[in-house]
Every structure is written in C-alpha cells, then in structure tokens.
C-alpha cells in the first residue's frame, strides 16, 4: 500500500532526443502541471547508423515503399511535428538542464533493446515511482524493472484487436468505428502488458490525420490521471493483457494506393452527409412505468404516441417526465434550424399533450431539460454549454416557465449535466463541448445548489459507446441505472442502459446491462437518445434523416465559419 500522505511521484522520461513529438511534450507538461516530478532524462545514446549505399538498398523495405515516403516526407499532423521540451518546460519553473540526465546505449537484440547493467543501477538511484516510455524501441530485460511502478507506454490502438501499428490506422482502413488508446505497464510481451488505463475514442473516418491527433493529443493527459488515482488510492490498479491479437504492421504499398483513393471519397461523403442528411427528431411516450416498459421496449407502433410538430425546420427532443400534483408534465427541447439553436418547451397530460409552452429561451442553444424533484420542488438543469455555465431553475408551474434559482457552476461547457442524490451527497456528471459524446465527468457537492468540486479521478470515463448522459438515474430490479447514449456509428444511435457497480468517494464504476435500441417499426428508427419515465408515462424521442432547405443553409454557414476559423489560426 502507498503512503497516502504523498503529493507527487517522482518520474523519468525515456527519449531518442530532447526534441520530442507534440503530444509527447503535452504529456510530460501535463505531469509536471500536475504536480508530478520530472526526476531523470535518460537518453538514446546509440550512434546512428552507417550504412553504405548498397547495404541500404538491400534493406531499404521495397514492399512498403510508399508509406515509408510518404510517413516521414508528407503526413504531418500536428501531434506528431517535433517540439523542443526545454522551451515548453520553462513555463512551469522547471529547466531541464538541471535535470539529472543519463545517456545509455543500449543493446540491440533483433528487434528488443536492453540496457546495461551499469546504467540499470544508474536508473534506480534516482528512486523513480514510475518512467515513460518515448523513445528506445521495444524494451526487454531488467529495465521493466528499474523503477517502484515499472515503464508505462501507449498503445494507441486495442490491443485485443490491433497489436503492432501504425496507430490508428487499421482502425481507419477497416472502417472500425471507435479505436481504443491503452497506457500499459510493460511487460516482455509486445502489447501484452499489464492495462493501467484504457479509452474509446469515435473512429474519424473522414480524415485519418484528424483521427490520429484525436488519439494523440487527447490520451497526453492518461498518465497524469493514473498517478493522481494512485496518490489517492494508494494502490496502481491494473490488468494483465491476454490478447492473442494478430500483429499488425505497416501498410503494403498495394494498401497505400488504397488508402490514397478512400480520403477523397470518405471526406467528400462526410461533407454531403453534413449538408444534404439533416437530424430530425421527435419526441415519443408510452402509456407504461418505465420499468414495465423496459420488460418490452419494442412495442407495436399503435402504443407509441409521437408528437406533431408545426412546420419541417423544427424538431423535439430530449424528453423528461415530472408529476405534481397538479399534471403530470413532459419537459422537452424544441430545435429550429432556421435559428439554430432550441428553447425548452413542456406539455401537460390533463391537455393530451398537444400544447406546447415555452418554459425558457434565450440567445443560445439550450438543450436536455433533466428534471429532479428536491423537499417539494421541481428543478430542472438544462444543457446550456453556450453560457459556460450551469443554471438551476425551478419550475412555475403556475405561469408554466423556468426561474432561475442558481448557478451551479462557471466557466464549463457541460452537456447534458445529469444530478443524483445518493448516499447524502449530490453527484453531478455531464460531459463537455469539446469531446461531448466521450469524456464523462463527476462533481460532488453536499448540498443541491453547491459548491460542487471535482472528482479527482476526473474524467470518470472515456468511451464513445456509454459516457455521454442519455437521462436521469434510476432504480430497475434493484439497481441503479445510468441510460447513456452510444454514440460509436453516429450521434444518439441507440440507449445504453449502464448497471452502477460501485459509487463512492474514490470509485465510479459502470457495465453495460441492456441496450435500448430505436423502434424499428416507427417513421424514426434511425436513432434514440433519451430515455425517462415514472410510475405511469415513458418518454424517449427518436430520430430520422431527412433534407430541408433550412437545415441545408445552417450546415453550410457552420461548415463556412469553422473554414475560416482555421485560416485565421494559420
């Protein structure tokens, strides 16, 4: 068991030069924002290698040609042009200098390295909890041993599928929708080591460069989150890989001319999909409990009720249910895209549903309506990322609209912020604007209206297939439930319903259950991503694609700001 009492972990980079990739820099940056210690450089000593001009003809990889011209002369995403670490520590107070340094040649066996003896008992003078890996090849022998935690390194891909590499890139030529970035402690296994963390990110199918600085620039913060779970825990939680994956190595050059003709045709039906298939939802219920209708959610279309909206460019969304003692009401959002943004509306049962009130609109989008009832009063918690705020209204249900009553939260662009109050304190989870379907993220407070605090393991979750809040909590058979929105193929496919294992001051945990999919013998069968109910009413929406003109026009204006977005940034 770690001392609990420590505040910082004292860690060493392994590297071929101080000149390092974009994201590797961000990870050692992160760390030592973070509060961990950069304690040792250990360098690549090698020399390089002289090799005359018929001895690299003969091993110059012919068969993989292209994309060996083609990685190291024209694909420069961003996260991989090289930066200089010293310039981006200095920053932080930390001169890399005057950290101590080690060079090591390494021995070469095939295709591991090893190093000395005498640099191994260099390594471990210097007491290290931990070293990344960011350079030396494949390591072998004594050195996954040389400090307290061992060597960590990415592999970003799943390894239970995909051992070798290039990152990403198979993920993308197999049409694979979501590739999963592992931090592993290394082991003598190639990517067969032992899981400190594992994420999911959505396969961008359109552009692979766009898809490989997702994985890149986004995983850089994966070991800062480790160490900050292991100075909390006191313990390094791991499992060991068993994948028997086959291994995978870079691209023939037949499979290069291959990947050359899928870009044009995958970016050009990304862009036409975003102009000419535009997301029409509607809102939905079924006169059940909602534990009842999960016993069968696939009910004939004549026992699903939807609503009628008042012209094309409008659709509903993101239903939530709520009974007074008055009615019981249906909260909701109402999207047009001539505007470009929703407002909350509701609709009360005494009125068949058929009237729509606006509860609240303002200058910019709001969304998600949760609702929660505290001492009497009903609340309702809008997603409002536009503001960078989180407002707490509560519900007039007298002159049917939203008062604010707090703000929860500053300077946050939270998407569907979901509350549960469970064990005496108030769980706040939402994810953000910048990753809103894949990074889910935990708040504490103990009262309702705050202050509410991070969760230190933050973010709790990272996978586009259950992170993103699809409702409110709720108990079935016995269980707490969390619905979320799988969002692997494409936004809002399908209702993940998510058993809450364990929920505690320093865990949150979570397994898929069930999985509610869209209605297959409604008009909108394309997609859900809501899902809420009491002890009478189920409500959900469900999605269709369909072209209007006002649709149309909102894509091309976003797609014409974020172009010129860019160049201003060149």
Same mark, same amino acid.
């Given at each position: 068991?770690?001392?609990?009492?420590?505040?910082?972990?004292?860690?060493?980079?392994?590297? $071929?030069?101080?000149?390092?990739?974009?994201?590797?820099?961000?990870?050692?940056?992160?760390?030592?924002?973070?509060?961990?210690?950069?304690?040792?450089?250990?360098?690549?000593?090698?020399?390089?290698?002289?090799?005359?001009?018929?001895?690299?003809?003969?091993?110059?990889?012919?068969?993989?040609?292209?994309?060996?011209? #083609?990685?190291?002369?024209?694909?420069?995403?961003?996260?991989?042009?090289?930066?200089?670490?010293?310039?981006?520590?200095?920053?932080?107070?930390?001169?890399?200098?005057?950290?101590?340094?080690?060079?090591?040649?390494?021995?070469?066996?095939?295709?591991?390295?090893?190093? +000395?003896?005498?640099?191994?008992?260099?390594?471990?003078?210097?007491?290290?909890?931990?070293?990344?890996?960011?350079?030396? =090849?494949?390591?072998?022998?004594?050195?996954?041993?040389?400090?307290?935690?061992?060597?960590?390194?990415?592999?970003?891909? $799943?390894?239970?599928?995909?051992?070798?590499? !290039? !990152?990403?890139?198979?993920?993308?030529?197999?049409?694979?929708?979501?590739?999963?970035?592992?931090?592993?402690?290394?082991?003598?296994?190639?990517?067969?080591?032992?899981?400190?963390?594992?994420? #999911?990110?959505?396969?961008?199918?359109?552009?692979?460069?766009?898809?490989?600085?997702?994985?890149?620039?986004?995983?850089?913060?994966?070991?800062?989150?480790?160490?900050?779970?292991?100075?909390?825990?006191?313990?390094?939680?791991?499992?060991?890989?068993?994948?028997?994956?086959?291994?995978?190595?870079?691209?023939?050059?037949?499979?290069?001319?291959?990947?050359?003709?899928?870009?044009?045709?995958?970016?050009?039906?990304?862009?036409?999909?975003?102009?000419?298939?535009?997301?029409?939802?509607?809102?939905?219920?079924?006169?059940?409990?909602?534990?009842?209708?999960?016993?069968?959610?696939?009910?004939?279309?004549?026992?699903?009720?939807?609503? %009628?909206?008042?012209?094309?460019?409008?659709?509903?969304?993101?239903?939530?249910?709520?009974?007074?003692?008055?009615?019981?009401?249906?909260?909701?959002?109402?999207?047009?895209?001539?505007?470009?943004?929703?407002?909350?509306?509701?609709?009360?049962?005494?009125?068949?549903?058929?009237?729509?009130?606006?509860?609240?609109?303002?200058?910019?989008?709001?969304?998600? !309506?949760?609702?929660?009832? *505290?001492?009497?009063?009903?609340?309702?918690?809008?997603?409002?990322?536009?503001?960078?705020?989180?407002?707490?209204?509560?519900?007039?249900?007298?002159?049917?609209?939203?008062?604010?009553?707090?703000?929860?939260?500053? *300077?946050?662009?939270?998407?569907?912020?979901?509350?549960?109050? %469970?064990?005496?304190? #108030?769980?706040?989870?939402?994810?953000?604007?910048?990753?809103?379907?894949?990074?889910?993220?935990?708040?504490?407070?103990?009262?309702? *209206? =705050?202050?509410?605090?991070?969760?230190?393991?933050?973010?709790?979750?990272?996978?586009?297939?259950?992170?993103?809040?699809?409702? +409110?909590?709720?108990?079935?058979?016995?269980?707490?439930?969390?619905?979320?929105?799988?969002?692997?193929?494409?936004?809002?496919?399908?209702?993940?319903?998510?058993?809450?294992?364990?929920? $505690?001051?320093?865990?949150?945990?979570?397994?898929?259950?069930?999985?509610?999919? !869209?209605?297959?013998?409604?008009?909108?069968?394309?997609?859900?991503?809501?899902?809420?109910?009491? =002890?009478?009413?189920?409500?959900?929406?469900?999605?269709?694609?369909?072209?209007?003109?006002?649709?149309?026009?909102?894509?091309?204006?976003?797609?014409?700001?974020?172009?010129?977005?860019? %160049?201003?940034?060149?």
């Amino acid at each position: 068991m770690e001392d609990q009492t420590r505040t910082s972990l004292r860690f060493g980079i392994m590297v $071929d030069d101080l000149a390092l990739e974009a994201w590797k820099v961000d990870a050692v940056k992160l760390l030592v924002e973070g509060g961990m210690t950069l304690a040792l450089v250990i360098r690549n000593g090698a020399p390089a290698p002289s090799k005359g001009f018929f001895q690299k003809l003969a091993h110059y990889p012919v068969r993989r040609l292209f994309f060996q011209r #083609w990685n190291h002369r024209q694909f420069k995403p961003e996260s991989k042009r090289m930066k200089a670490l010293a310039p981006a520590l200095a920053p932080l107070g930390l001169k890399l200098e005057e950290v101590p340094s080690l060079i090591c040649v390494p021995v070469e066996k095939g295709a591991s390295t090893f190093i +000395s003896n005498n640099d191994i008992e260099s390594i471990r003078l210097q007491e290290l909890d931990f070293i990344l890996r960011f350079g030396f =090849g494949i390591l072998k022998g004594a050195i996954l041993q040389a400090a307290r935690y061992g060597v960590w390194s990415y592999h970003h891909d $799943d390894e239970m599928v995909y051992r070798g590499g !290039p !990152p990403g890139f198979w993920e993308w030529m197999h049409n694979d929708p979501r590739n999963g970035v592992i931090l592993q402690r290394l082991t003598e296994s190639l990517d067969r080591g032992y899981v400190l963390q594992k994420r #999911w990110y959505p396969t961008l199918l359109h552009s692979y460069r766009a898809h490989l600085d997702q994985l890149y620039f986004d995983s850089a913060d994966m070991p800062l989150q480790v160490c900050r779970e292991l100075l909390h825990t006191g313990e390094l939680r791991e499992t060991l890989s068993e994948s028997k994956a086959s291994l995978y190595r870079p691209p023939l050059n037949y499979q290069m001319l291959q990947y050359w003709i899928r870009c044009p045709f995958r970016r050009l039906r990304f862009h036409l999909h975003d102009l000419f298939r535009q997301e029409d939802w509607d809102v939905g219920y079924v006169e059940a409990p909602l534990n009842e209708f999960l016993e069968s959610p696939q009910h004939d279309a004549d026992q699903v009720h939807w609503f %009628r909206r008042r012209r094309a460019s409008l659709y509903y969304a993101d239903p939530f249910v709520v009974t007074t003692s008055k009615d019981t009401y249906i909260f909701f959002e109402q999207y047009d895209y001539r505007k470009g943004r929703g407002c909350l509306q509701a609709a009360k049962r005494s009125e068949e549903f058929k009237k729509h009130y606006t509860l609240l609109e303002e200058g910019y989008h709001l969304s998600y !309506p949760s609702v929660i009832e *505290h001492e009497g009063v009903v609340y309702c918690l809008p997603e409002a990322n536009a503001s960078q705020r989180i407002n707490l209204y509560r519900f007039n249900e007298k002159a049917m609209k939203l008062e604010q009553e707090c703000v929860l939260m500053e *300077h946050v662009r939270a998407v569907d912020p979901t509350l549960l109050f %469970r064990d005496g304190r #108030w769980n706040l989870f939402f994810t953000q604007k910048d990753f809103p379907s894949v990074k889910l993220y935990r708040y504490l407070a103990d009262d309702l *209206h =705050g202050p509410y605090v991070p969760f230190f393991g933050n973010p709790v979750k990272v996978d586009c297939a259950d992170a993103r809040p699809a409702g +409110s909590f709720f108990e079935l058979h016995g269980v707490l439930v969390r619905p979320a929105q799988d969002c692997v193929r494409y936004y809002g496919n399908a209702v993940h319903l998510n058993r809450v294992d364990r929920l $505690d001051e320093d865990t949150f945990e979570e397994s898929i259950m069930d999985t509610v999919a !869209p209605f297959a013998s409604s008009s909108f069968k394309q997609g859900l991503h809501t899902l809420n109910g009491n =002890g009478t009413l189920t409500v959900f929406d469900g999605k269709r694609w369909r072209f209007t003109l006002s649709g149309f026009f909102r894509q091309w204006r976003v797609k014409r700001n974020d172009r010129e977005n860019r %160049r201003s940034h060149v």
